[in-house]
């Protein structure tokens, strides 16, 4: 059942994706794409709720469990900020990435048929993997708002005035305040998940492993805050290192 529901999840996405792309190829935008992401998040919340019920614990155990919350969280940020911001065509962007991540969680491997039951689950190490990776759909979410800004600004430089996709682009101001704004929420949760990560017992070299690795992802976000702050930084190259270190950062999951 909770497998049936992660393949109707990903082809709510792919569908959503698609049909974006349809549309902004044909100048308009569409409403269709905000419905296909709400069905995205009803089955990916119905998913994780099963996998809960059945490890008695947060569902993030293993890769593809992770890949799916990340997803979760990707499209629950996106939700939330194309409607407050109304940038609906963050959603042609948004649902190939979470379409991407539930289709590598599908893969053989990555879901344990029968999920195991967890015995003795420790509280700061669910509130630790729970924000993190609600930081990473955050971030993410930056990261795609970072890549409609290149996407927006080349077109402004070759003078593609005219075509559907620049039509329907929000103006750079609102990408950029967006992404700002997500970057923040996205550290306010990081800082919680690593001070919960301290809190925690640390059985093992992987677990302190992970929790460096994850405070080295936080150095980075801060550091690039700090140099917006103090030195300044123009429009493309916050969004293209906004969009590196998120990519960068993808490889704390190794320390899983």
Not at 96 to 121: H, R, S, T, Y
Request: hydrophobic share 55%; aromatic share 10%; net charge positive.
């Amino acid at each position: 059942m909770d497998r049936w529901l992660l393949i109707t999840s990903t082809l709510f996405a792919a569908i959503g994706a698609a049909w974006g792309m349809i549309s902004v190829n044909r100048g308009r935008r569409s409403l269709w794409t905000i419905v296909w992401m709400l069905g995205v998040f009803v089955c990916q919340f119905a998913f994780l709720g099963l996998r809960g019920k059945q490890h008695g614990t947060c569902p993030l155990i293993g890769y593809g469990e992770i890949l799916v919350f990340l997803s979760w969280a990707l499209t629950l940020f996106y939700l939330l900020v194309g409607s407050t911001y109304r940038i609906s065509l963050l959603g042609v962007f948004t649902a190939p990435a979470v379409a991407v991540f539930q289709c590598i969680a599908l893969l053989p491997g990555m879901l344990d048929e029968v999920p195991k039951k967890i015995e003795n689950g420790n509280f700061w190490h669910e509130i630790h993997s729970s924000t993190s990776v609600l930081a990473y759909g955050a971030l993410a979410l930056s990261a795609v708002a970072g890549v409609m800004f290149l996407v927006l600004d080349r077109q402004l430089k070759e003078q593609h005035l005219k075509s559907g996709l620049f039509l329907n682009l929000p103006p750079i101001r609102t990408l950029l305040v967006s992404l700002e704004r997500l970057q923040r929420v996205g550290g306010g949760l990081l800082t919680l998940g690593i001070i919960a990560g301290f809190l925690m017992p640390r059985a093992d070299h992987r677990v302190l492993a992970h929790l460096l690795a994850a405070l080295a992802v936080w150095s980075g976000y801060v550091l690039l805050t700090i140099i917006k702050l103090t030195r300044g930084l123009t429009g493309r190259r916050q969004a293209l290192a906004v969009v590196i270190l998120f990519i960068l950062s993808l490889g704390v999951f190794a320390f899983v």
